[in-house]
């Protein structure tokens, strides 16, 4: 282990990491603001369905979401909202039987509310995967290759008991630069134990 310094300042950065990818933290911040503006969302759900109608009010929530969305802050076009608003809903409803945008129409029709449900949830992994990639870059990627393999030690010390044998047996240089999929599993298995301790399980 390195002095008393070099250690401090990775358990620091182990304990931000963990409480910004903290699932509570994702909830919070990510998909309880999303969720509000979805709920807050307003259209006329007596208008005639038609595909004119169906994209001006993808494009509205679109336009909404990037205005009012974490992190996002984008003014939107209507142009640009509904050319936004066709690219999810093809990233949404591909692999269907159908091309993707016949399948929105289909999901639609019946409620528009499931396409704008399923737009929300495809945009708020988004969200999540650009947060986690910020956090991972900014805070372990500039770190240099002693703090990074004392970082890997500290954490295959402090969580043995929650890895995997075939992490365990790893030295602290071989995970060097797998630090935030190392993370990432360390973060599960804290979300677990905390469910446990809320709810007074025993872990054993």
């Not at 599993?185 to 054993?204: E, H, P, Q, V």
Request: proline share 5%.
């Amino acid at each position: 282990m390195k002095n008393s310094k070099d250690k401090e300042k990775a358990d620091a950065i182990i304990e931000e990491v963990l409480e910004l990818t903290d699932e509570e933290y994702l909830r919070h911040c990510i998909d309880e603001p999303v969720e509000t503006i979805l709920a807050g969302f307003e259209f006329d759900r007596n208008a005639r369905f038609s595909n004119q109608h169906f994209l001006d009010v993808m494009a509205g929530f679109v336009q909404r979401l990037y205005l009012k969305g974490p992190g996002i802050k984008q003014d939107l076009s209507h142009p640009g909202a509904c050319a936004e608003a066709l690219n999810i809903i093809e990233k949404v409803y591909r692999n269907q039987d159908s091309p993707a945008y016949d399948a929105a129409i289909v999901d639609a029709i019946d409620d528009i509310s499931n396409v704008l449900a399923r737009t929300t949830e495809f945009i708020t992994n988004r969200l999540r995967k650009i947060h986690l990639q910020w956090v991972y870059r900014s805070r372990i990627d500039l770190q240099n290759w002693p703090a990074r393999c004392l970082i890997a030690e500290i954490l295959i010390s402090q969580w043995a008991p929650y890895l995997p044998p075939e992490i365990r047996s790893c030295r602290p240089t071989h995970l060097a630069d797998a630090i935030p999929n190392l993370l990432k599993l360390i973060s599960a298995n804290n979300s677990i134990i905390n469910k446990r301790i809320a709810t007074g399980i025993d872990f054993f």
